[in-house]
T-cell receptor, first 114, second 114 residues
Framework: ELKVEQNPLFLSMQEGKNYTIYCNYS?????LYWYRQDPGKSLESLFV?????AVKQEGRLMASLDTKARLSTLHITAAVHDLSATYFC??????????????FGKGTKLSVKP | EAQVTQNPRYLITVTGKKLTVTCSQN?????MSWYRQDPGLGLRQIYY?????VTDKGDVPEGYKVSRKEKRNFPLILESPSPNQTSLYFC???WGTGWGYEQYFGPGTRLTVT
């Protein structure tokens, strides 16, 4: 059974600082997703990572995937208040019959303070 | 406008009274999925559908039913709701879970079972 763990679960940052959110998963996968959820809102897709070494960047957010380490990171550069949200990673396991099974981490609640 | 719609958005019901939450997408997506979100647990997949007439269980399917008779619709049925099904429910759709396809989420349905 695939388990997805995010660290930290809560993160309070100052504006302008850098930080990294980690997403570890327990079995093989080569498909990993990052989502953002604002309070009281739905989820918004940020990144889809499909292969080992994949790196994607959008604004102050950069996501990477290391399938050998079963680890993805979401790096935040020079945080601004608008990045305050909850961030989720989600993984599709590689084992057979599970092509549509998406397992989410518990989420990282990010608060960026001035 | 490309979107996933859910109805109702809010529902308060009583234990045992059958209900259906509808989900519809206008993007001709093959893949659709239902999730529930509970505080501290993140999102958990209930059921998913890879295409018309093809559905499969996610991680928490007990107490739920789904059907996919048309590509655009994927209703979630609670035959006999119980208080532990009080939750925030999201429907999502995409072209699939590979090849960089991002998921589009509906606005959510907040269900309370008393």
């Amino acid at each position: 059974e695939l388990k997805v763990e995010q660290n930290p679960l809560f993160l309070s940052m100052q504006e302008g600082k850098n930080y990294t959110i980690y997403c570890n998963y327990s079995t093989t996968s080569d498909r990993l997703y990052w989502y953002r959820q604002d309070p009281g809102k739905s989820l918004e897709s940020l990144f889809v990572l499909l292969s080992n070494g994949a790196v994607k960047q959008e604004g102050r957010l950069m996501a990477s995937l290391d399938t050998k380490a079963r680890l993805s990171t979401l790096h935040i550069t020079a945080a601004v208040h608008d990045l305050s949200a909850t961030y989720f990673c989600a993984v599709v396991p590689n084992y057979g019959g599970s092509q549509g099974n998406l397992i989410f981490g518990k989420g990282t609640k990010l608060s960026v303070k001035p | 406008e490309a979107q996933v719609t859910q109805n109702p958005r809010y529902l308060i019901t009583v234990t045992g009274k059958k209900l259906t939450v509808t989900c519809s997408q206008n993007m001709n997506h093959e893949y659709m999925s239902w999730y529930r979100q509970d505080p501290g647990l993140g999102l958990r997949q209930i059921y998913y559908s890879m295409n018309v007439e093809v559905t499969d269980k996610g991680d928490v399917p007990e107490g739920y039913k789904v059907s996919r008779k048309e590509k655009r619709n994927f209703p979630l049925i609670l035959e006999s709701p119980s208080p532990n099904q009080t939750s925030l429910y999201f429907c999502a759709s995409s072209w699939g879970t590979g090849w960089g396809y991002e998921q589009y989420f509906g606005p959510g349905t907040r269900l309370t079972v008393t």
